[in-house]
């Protein structure tokens, strides 16, 4: 028999707020004005996560009544919160604090201290803007934070670690579109799609994974002679529309010679040719709108088959490090070369539009700058038959 939740819910149901007052109210307004300007995905992910917080207070509840003690018990909660508890048969039905119950005898993973704190992030966002419209007279999350985890730091791929995923089925050659993974069982079928040029243009363009997982096939466009790649939010291609990390993540980048050695023109001219809009129509967003998470997920799961997950800190992200550390091999700084991985404050040279010469060349030059010796990926080039 389940115990009791903690009291944070038991009260949920007794602070009924004025009209406009409730705290469900007061984050429609909040999403609706966006004060921080941030992605239309983040703002949605942030919303669902301010929604945990109001399911233990109840959707009455008024915002001028939230305190510390309500986010100590909340974070509390969710400390012994499990890892994705919505997809679990058994929580069904159940509120936060019956599922924290029911999991002392289940004992599923619990949220890392890294996700609670983004919860208390994202609440924390919007207390801030409560407190700044006068809903309440200071942010109770101030101070909450767990301290930061130590994480195994995201580490570049060599180019010997690289030899072996490279040749491994997901690249050149699976026993069907579906069984990528049986590592031991390769076969004659060449996966071509997302889970194919995602990881090689992160390799060969330092750009985000969900970036390139949203292109359009409008994005990849030629000027000059020189084919580049537009990272923007203009376009919807997907239900919920593109994002970028920060609007200063908006670029053009151009594409590598490597990567049009290995087919990705061709690839791009038979989405043309098709009439497709997206560019990588099987590269999807997860329940939490975030795009190319899962394959990320999954991604990380097959490092560990073909043995390169024994080496800590290696994952898809690994890709947009090694191509950082490439540019700084070939001698450049990092300040030189932030504007291509998107670390940069928003402008208009990041945007659509014509490039002046000078600073096409100069985006050029960076690009090809990224090498990788010791890495051959001659078996993945196509003949022009196919083969």
């Given at each position: 028999?389940?115990?009791?939740?903690?009291?944070?819910?038991?009260r949920?149901?007794?602070?009924?707020?004025?009209v406009?007052e409730?705290?469900?109210?007061a984050?429609?307004?909040?999403k609706?004005?966006?004060?921080?300007?941030?992605?239309k995905?983040?703002?949605?992910?942030?919303c669902r996560?301010?929604?945990?917080?109001?399911e233990?207070v109840?959707?009455?509840?008024?915002?001028?009544?939230i305190n510390?003690?309500?986010?100590?018990?909340?974070k509390?909660?969710?400390?012994?919160?499990?890892?994705?508890?919505?997809?679990?048969?058994?929580?069904?039905?159940?509120?936060?604090?019956?599922?924290?119950?029911?999991?002392?005898?289940?004992?599923?993973?619990?949220l890392?201290?890294?996700?609670?704190?983004?919860?208390?992030?994202?609440?924390?966002?919007?207390?801030?803007?409560?407190?700044?419209?006068?809903y309440?007279?200071?942010n109770?999350?101030?101070?909450?934070?767990?301290?930061?985890?130590?994480?195994?730091?995201?580490?570049?791929?060599?180019?010997?670690?690289?030899?072996?995923?490279?040749t491994?089925?997901?690249?050149?050659?699976?026993?069907?579109?579906?069984?990528?993974?049986?590592?031991?069982?390769?076969?004659?079928?060449?996966?071509r799609?997302?889970?194919?040029?995602?990881?090689?243009?992160m390799?060969?363009?330092?750009?985000?994974?969900?970036?390139?997982?949203q292109?359009?096939?409008?994005d990849?466009?030629q000027?000059?002679?020189?084919w580049?790649?537009h990272?923007?939010i203009e376009?919807?291609?997907?239900?919920?529309?593109?994002?970028?990390?920060?609007?200063?993540?908006m670029?053009?980048?151009?594409?590598?010679?490597?990567?049009?050695?290995?087919?990705?023109?061709?690839?791009?001219?038979?989405r043309?040719?098709?009439?497709?809009?997206?560019?990588?129509?099987?590269?999807?967003?997860?329940?939490?709108?975030?795009?190319?998470?899962?394959?990320?997920r999954?991604?990380?799961?097959?490092?560990?088959?073909?043995?390169?997950?024994?080496a800590?800190?290696?994952?898809?992200?690994?890709?947009r490090?090694?191509?950082?550390d490439?540019l700084?091999?070939?001698?450049?700084l990092?300040?030189?070369f932030?504007?291509i991985?998107?670390?940069?404050?928003?402008?208009?040279?990041?945007?659509?539009?014509?490039m002046?010469?000078?600073m096409?060349?100069?985006?050029?030059?960076?690009?090809?700058?990224i090498t990788?010796?010791?890495?051959?990926?001659?078996h993945?080039?196509l003949?022009?038959?196919?083969?």
């Open positions: 028999m389940l115990v009791k939740p903690p009291t944070l819910e038991r949920a149901a007794t602070e009924i707020a004025a406009g409730s705290i469900a109210e984050v429609e307004a909040f609706k004005e966006n004060p921080r300007n941030v992605s995905s983040r703002m949605n992910e942030s996560d301010i929604g945990i917080f109001i233990t109840g959707l009455g509840f008024p915002v001028a009544k510390k003690k309500h986010v100590r018990e909340w509390a909660l969710l400390m012994k919160y499990p890892v994705r508890a919505t997809e679990v048969v058994a929580f069904r039905g159940m509120s936060i604090g019956q599922i924290v119950v029911a999991n002392d005898e289940l004992k599923r993973q619990v890392s201290d890294r996700t609670v704190n983004r919860y208390l992030s994202s609440l924390s966002a919007f207390c801030s803007w409560a407190e700044v419209n006068g309440i007279p200071a109770p999350c101030s101070g909450m934070a767990l301290p930061k985890e130590r994480r195994a730091k995201t580490l570049p791929f060599t180019s010997e670690q690289m030899n072996i995923l490279f491994s089925p997901l690249f050149a050659g699976a026993q069907s579109e579906t069984e990528w993974r049986l590592i031991s069982r390769p076969g004659d079928v060449l996966i799609d997302h889970r194919f040029w995602v990881p090689l243009i390799l060969f363009s330092g750009a985000r994974p969900g970036e390139i997982g292109l359009a096939v409008s990849l466009r000027q000059q002679g020189q580049f790649m990272i923007t376009g919807e291609t997907h239900s919920e529309g593109k994002s970028v990390k920060t609007l200063g993540s670029r053009v980048i151009p594409i590598h010679p490597e990567l049009v050695r290995l087919g990705l023109l061709e690839y791009h001219a038979q043309v040719e098709g009439a497709e809009k997206q560019l990588f129509p099987g590269a999807k967003r997860n329940e939490r709108g975030q795009m190319m998470a899962d394959f990320s999954e991604f990380g799961k097959y490092l560990a088959r073909i043995g390169l997950k024994e800590p800190g290696l994952k898809l992200y690994s890709f490090h090694g191509a950082a490439a700084r091999r070939a001698g450049y990092d300040n030189q932030g504007f991985l998107g670390h940069t404050e928003q402008s208009m040279t990041g945007l659509y539009g014509i002046p010469q000078g096409l060349e100069q985006r050029v030059e960076l690009v090809n700058a990788y010796p010791g890495l051959s990926l001659d993945l080039v003949s022009s038959d196919g083969g």
